[in-house]
């Protein structure tokens, strides 16, 4: 069964430094990988998709992500964080069922405080 | 290019009530994914509609319903309210299969359930 873990309940950096918020997933065959953002009292917001080809993913606001089968790993990174970076962040993997849909998978999530 | 929408953006109801949820896809869109988040967890699959049928299910009893009108508008709907379905319920729209799905989410409707 697909599965998807983030092992940071927490993390905290100082603005302007880099970030890593990291994700392990396991999942049968090839993985569709994702990162979200949520802010409080706001829906997800999609930051970016790994399907295959490069290992490294550039997504929005700056962030990017590096794809590792070996280690079946997918953290999000971000070379120098904002304190408007701060938030919640979600990991997912696609689970696919009959037809090639697709549901998600998420981890519980990580907390990114970025302090000034 | 209007996002998901949903409504209510609260709800409080007591135990044994009924609620129904709203959610309207992002333009294009015509598959409707709904999800609870409880508090400090992530999201957790309910089930899915297109061209107005549930096409898969995630682990939630029967008292979890749904339904997608022709316009793919989707509503939930949950009987006998528990305590333990307070959560954030989102709903997230896609077009297409495979890798060429990204689920794009709307901004939740909180319920409480009293």
């Known amino acids: 069964a697909q599965s998807v873990a983030q092992p940071e309940d927490q993390v905290n950096v100082a603005e302007g430094n880099p970030l890593t918020v990291k994700c392990t997933y396991s999942?049968?065959?090839?993985?569709?990988l994702f990162w979200y953002v949520q802010y409080p009292n706001r829906g997800l917001q999609f930051l970016l998709k790994?399907?295959?080809?490069?290992?490294l993913v550039k997504g929005s606001y700056g962030f990017e992500a590096e794809f590792n089968k070996s280690q079946t790993s997918f953290h999000l990174k971000k070379p120098s964080a904002l304190v408007s970076d701060s938030a919640l962040y979600f990991c997912?993997?696609?689970?696919?069922?009959?037809?090639?849909?697709?549901?998600?998978?998420f981890g519980a999530g990580t907390r990114l405080a970025v302090h000034p | 290019d209007a996002g998901v929408t949903q409504s209510p953006t609260h709800l409080i109801k007591t135990r044994g009530q009924q609620v129904t949820l709203r959610c309207s896809p992002k333009?294009?869109?015509?598959?409707v994914s709904w999800y609870q988040q409880a508090l400090g967890q992530g999201p957790q699959f309910i089930f899915q509609?297109?061209?107005?049928?549930?096409?898969q299910r995630g682990n939630f009893p029967d008292r979890f319903s749904g339904h997608q009108f022709p316009n793919y508008s989707s509503e939930l709907n949950v009987n006998a309210l528990l305590l333990g379905d307070s959560a954030l319920y989102l709903c997230?729209?896609?077009?297409?299969?495979?890798?060429?799905?990204?689920?794009?989410f709307g901004p939740g409707t909180r319920l409480l359930v009293l």
């Open positions: 999942v049968s065959g090839n993985p569709y």
């Open positions: 333009s294009g869109h015509d598959t």
């Open positions: 790994y399907i295959t080809g490069d290992n």
């Open positions: 997230a729209s896609s077009y297409g299969a495979g890798p060429q799905e990204t689920q794009y």
């Open positions: 997912a993997v696609s689970a696919p069922f009959s037809g090639g849909y697709n549901k998600l998978i």
């Open positions: 509609y297109y061209e107005e049928e549930e096409r």
